[in-house]
Every structure is written in C-alpha cells, then in structure tokens.
C-alpha cells in the first residue's frame, strides 16, 4: 500500500485519506479519515486472495512533508488498512512499512508504535517486521554486516511484546549495496552477493525472507543490477544460482 506517490492515478483504488492530509486523488485536502474506494478496495482484495500486504514504505523519507505521514497519521492508516484486509481476507499477511533502523527511522517508528497504543490501547498489529539494509561499498565485511543484522533484529525483539504484537518473523526485503551514492565494482557486488547471501540462507537470528534491491544512479555504472536489456547479468546469474541451491 502506497504511503507516498505523486501519481495519484495509480493508487486511488487502494488509497486511504488521512484528515487533515493531502488528498491524493482529489489534490485538496481530506476532510476525514477513509478509503477513497473501499468497494473497489475490497474487491480488489478479493481478486488477490492470500497475498502479502505492506502498510506503506519507508515513511522517514519524507517525513512531515505534503506527501509524507507523521506517526500519528501512519497509526491511524496501519489500524484501518490492517483490519480491512484481515476482514475481507482473513488468509492474507499484513505488516507494518518497510523500514531501515538508522537512529532517525527508529525514533520515527518508536513514536508510531506509541501513538498506535494511544489511539487503540494495544500494541501496534503485524503479521511480520520489514526492514532494509544496504552497505557501502568502501566499508564492509561480512562479521560486520552479520553484527548489523543482529543488532537490528535484537532491537526489534526488544518491542515485540510491548510496542508491537506478533510473530517473529523478520523479513529482510530490501539489501544491497548504496550504489546511488558511489560506483559499485562488478567483482565486489558479486563478492558481497556470495558472501552474504549463504549467511542469509541459514542465519540464527529470525529473517526468514531477503529480496536484492539494484541502486540506481545515472551518473556511473551501478553493477547492482540482476536484469539489463532483458537478459540476466552475472550479479542476476548470480542471485539465482544462489537462491535455487
């Protein structure tokens, strides 16, 4: 479920207004809380029966801005759209945004799981944890990263229960490497991808699901991509011999 887009065509069905907030599909603002299609929505939910749902993505990205949510607002939309799925399709997966755990989007989602317990007297509902990490490309090993990972996870086991309700079940959806900031070399993106992916496979600390994310930059060769001009490239060969041993 889109948190953020400036094209709003292509979310209205599924876009739920927030008070006080920029209405989407309309371009003014929302005069109260709602689905702006809920038929549409629910129908739409029925025809994808059994599928995983995210509440939105990376809400610190624009954080307080005409497009971002603040906490509060972000509460408001995880209660409504966790519940409406879960009634139209009980079989479905709903989890909280895809976050990163940088100092920033840990305050932002300590907050959020604050507010969610102020407005509705429980801890804040998911069928799963998301989150993202990325690395630089001139600072890494793989004891490091393994330390970040567990480090992350050991934060968010230190919610469960309290600030958030559900099971523990950690899925690393977005990883790579910070290619929109500086080139990555080909041979470290494969390095990276060998080394990291097989800790992945049987790591002790609870992610259960990981998903590459190519960076993009149109100022130099990323070397993160796993498709260009429809064909696989050696990182895509890859990350399939990797995902299907």
Request: proline share 6%; aromatic share 16%.
């Amino acid at each position: 479920l889109p948190s953020i887009t400036r094209k709003t065509n292509q979310w209205c069905l599924v876009t739920y207004r927030i008070a006080g907030h920029r209405d989407y599909c309309s371009g003014g603002i929302a005069s109260k809380d709602g689905w702006v299609d809920e038929q549409g929505f629910k129908s739409f939910i029925l025809s994808h029966l059994g599928k995983v749902w995210i509440i939105g993505n990376e809400p610190t990205n624009h954080p307080y801005d005409e497009y971002g949510l603040s906490p509060e607002q972000q509460a408001r939309w995880h209660n409504a759209a966790y519940y409406f799925i879960k009634s139209v399709d009980p079989t479905s997966t709903v989890g909280q945004y895809g976050m990163t755990l940088q100092p920033m989007d840990r305050m932002f989602t300590q907050i959020f799981w604050g507010s969610y317990k102020a407005l509705y007297g429980t801890p804040t509902p998911t069928d799963f944890l998301s989150f993202h990490l990325y690395i630089r490309t001139d600072d890494w090993t793989l004891q490091g990263e393994v330390d970040k990972y567990t480090e992350d996870v050991e934060w968010l086991d230190q919610h469960r229960g309290v600030d958030w309700v559900g099971p523990r079940d950690y899925w690393l959806n977005e990883f790579g490497m910070m290619a929109w900031r500086m080139p990555v070399d080909e041979a470290e993106a494969l390095q990276f991808m060998s080394e990291m992916i097989p800790w992945l496979q049987t790591n002790p600390i609870g992610i259960t699901q990981w998903a590459w994310w190519p960076g993009q930059s149109s100022n130099w060769e990323e070397n993160t991509k796993l498709i260009e001009g429809g064909k696989p490239t050696k990182l895509g060969k890859l990350y399939f011999e990797l995902a299907t041993k």
